[in-house]
């Protein structure tokens, strides 16, 4: 396997008891240039009639949902989509793994984000017994196949892998069990990951060893400082695209030709 692509950063951003090493009004200017150029990314895929699929990943607590939000918050969400799958239904296990993600890709001009993906099957999965060792195997074996397929038929395919050290992972987790806003994101399985730190490192280091290809590499970022995280990765994602400005529609937008009008339903008062 070549050498992962790696990003370093320092504390946790926006969590625990360890401060950011980026001032918050420094992260929401450099978060807004970023999503200027995303923007430019989006009104590109259009144009070109590209399609783009993100796939993140990572442990519990790591900060999957904030990057994710972070890119999504300010485009169409007729064209950028979220995509986070519940467990599947006793339907969709008899399936072929990968047909329950298929419905989900991109047409022209979208953009899919995986707050995780078919990755499942190397992490929790395997590690919590809820699939075959067999099973994994065969995953690993066809996942850079199923890729290819993706990649062949032109979809740009990112694939970031976020990394936390245990220590961030406690803080957060104290955090969320702490909040009763946040206690949501706590579930059985995230409480159990505590005590299989190593084992889903060990489960991390095969699947990366196994799909990490020339044409769909991981590339690794370092979430223990969530803002400086998020940066890095929204900074790269933008970095893979080139060449994506093209020029902007032209909107005519003339004066009323009367009054501005209320909005006044017969028969009822706003509250």
């Known amino acids: 396997m070549g050498k992962h692509n790696h990003e370093h950063n320092h504390d946790d951003a926006a969590s625990g008891n360890h401060k950011s090493g980026i001032k918050r009004a420094d992260y929401d200017d450099a978060l807004h240039h970023l999503q200027l150029e995303m923007a430019d990314v989006a009104r590109w895929l259009v144009h070109t009639a590209q399609r783009l699929v993100v796939v993140v990943e990572g442990r519990d607590t790591a900060g999957k949902g904030g990057v994710i939000g972070a890119i999504a918050d300010t485009l169409n969400p007729r064209q950028c989509r979220i995509v986070a799958l519940p467990r599947p239904s006793d339907r969709e296990r008899s399936q072929w793994y990968f047909q329950r993600y298929v419905p989900h890709l991109p047409a022209a ?156 339903p017969r028969g009822f008062k706003p509250i």
Request: proline fraction near 6%.
């Open 109 to 264: 001009g979208e953009i899919v984000l995986f707050d995780r993906s078919w990755y499942n099957r190397a992490g929790v999965e395997r590690v919590m017994g809820y699939c075959t060792e067999s099973e994994a195997k065969a995953f690993l074996k066809q996942a850079p196949v199923f890729e290819k397929l993706l990649v062949d038929d032109g979809i740009l395919l990112f694939k970031y892998w976020l990394t936390v050290d245990q220590e961030r992972q406690e803080e957060r987790f104290a955090e969320r069990m702490a909040d009763p806003l946040k206690r949501w994101k706590l579930s059985p399985v995230d409480l159990q990951a505590r005590s299989r730190y190593g084992e889903y490192s060990e489960a991390r280091d095969v699947m990366l060893e196994a799909t990490h290809t020339d044409y769909a590499p991981w590339t690794l970022v370092d979430f223990n400082d969530q803002r400086r995280g998020r940066l890095v990765m929204f900074r790269h994602l933008l970095d893979r695209v080139a060449d994506r400005k093209v020029p902007d529609e032209e909107i005519e937008f003339p004066p009323l030709p009367h009054k501005p009008m209320k909005d006044r």
